[in-house]
């Protein structure tokens, strides 16, 4: 069956074709003879009750020019078979009320990977809660007074996150005597302001932050993110280095863990970040890593996906 596939993304001249995992995922389906469609998410819009989206079908290649755009028109988001919603954070009030527009689209018709629903209940901070066995020690708040009690409880060491970056904007590693302390988490919360999370800091990110793919459950691949030696940071947008990782028999329990609330909540593809034993975010948005582990491993998991994306298609309608 010869599917039309929307992808709700950045603009493609932003897409970096040796990094992004949006562009494999289009990359194998169009070589699978399927359409493609790129959306951002100010083409969405209602007309009446019915969501809709003016879209222009592209073409991909790996090349310098790396896409084509052809016709531009307007369709029922319902037109589509399958519904990638692959935004790069942040997930600000355009963002979450693109959710909401995809929530009216006829699921007896149209497969949205991942549920709009659960993007909105996974804030890609918050979610790890939902699984305190698999955590470190964390407070969430907005006091500094409270974020130092934290600190000093668990020895003078922590990593501070606001709850609505990502790529390791806002990320601080914390010391307890550090004459800077009240200044960055004044900073850190403008002021009482603004919610951080805080975590136990594991020495084991040294060592590198586990990128665990996942899908519909199961997990697909690993690789290690080395921070950089001045960096606390292991972020590869920072410049952290990817290296092999097998998938552990503790990946393989978290994910088994995490598996049964992950399907309810139609996460299907997800990215964990793992250090150490500890899992300490669950990326939803717009999970990357695969091209990674792909060149690291010798795999191609967007082949994978796109099964998966073949197969609920067929079954949605």
């Given amino acids: 069956m010869r599917l039309r596939i929307a992808f709700i993304m950045d603009p493609m001249e932003r897409i970096l074709v040796d990094k992004d995992t949006t562009f494999v995922f289009m990359l194998e389906a169009q070589k699978r003879g399927h359409e493609l469609y790129h959306l951002g998410i100010g083409d969405l819009f209602i007309d009446g009750t019915q969501p809709r989206g003016r879209c222009r079908r592209v073409e991909v290649r790996r090349a310098d020019e790396h896409y084509a755009m052809f016709e531009d028109k307007i369709e029922p988001l319902d037109w589509f078979h399958v519904v990638f919603m692959r935004k790069d954070p942040p997930f600000d009030l ?62 003078g060491e ?112 997800v990215g964990l970040d793992v250090i150490g034993h500890w899992l300490t975010e669950v990326n939803v948005t717009s999970p990357t890593g695969i091209q990674e582990i792909n060149a690291l491993d010798g795999v191609l998991l967007e082949s994978r996906v796109i099964d998966f994306v073949e197969n609920k298609a067929a079954t949605w309608r």
Avoid at 209 to 228: F, M, Q, S
């Fill in 94 to 155: 355009d963002y979450y009320f693109a959710t909401q527009i995809l929530s009216l689209v006829d699921r007896t018709r149209t497969f949205v990977i991942n549920d709009p629903r659960g993007l909105r209940e996974a804030n890609e901070k918050l979610y790890a809660l939902n699984f305190p066995a698999l955590i470190p020690p964390t407070l969430v708040s907005r006091d500094p007074d409270r974020l130092k009690g934290f600190l000093a409880s668990l020895g």
């Fill in 158 to 269: 922590m990593i501070i996150k606001p709850l609505a970056l990502a790529g390791g904007s806002g990320v601080f590693h914390l010391r307890q005597g550090d004459r800077n302390l009240n200044a960055l988490l004044e900073t850190a919360t403008h002021q009482g302001r603004r919610l951080l999370m805080a975590q136990r800091y594991i020495p084991e990110v040294r060592e590198g932050d586990k990128r665990l793919i996942v899908l519909d459950g199961e997990p697909l691949g690993a690789t290690l993110r080395v921070p950089r030696e001045e960096e606390a940071r292991a972020n590869i947008h920072v410049g952290a280095t990817c290296v092999h990782a097998p998938v552990s028999p503790r990946d393989r329990e978290i994910c088994k863990t995490m598996a049964p609330r992950l399907q309810v909540d139609g996460l299907y593809f």
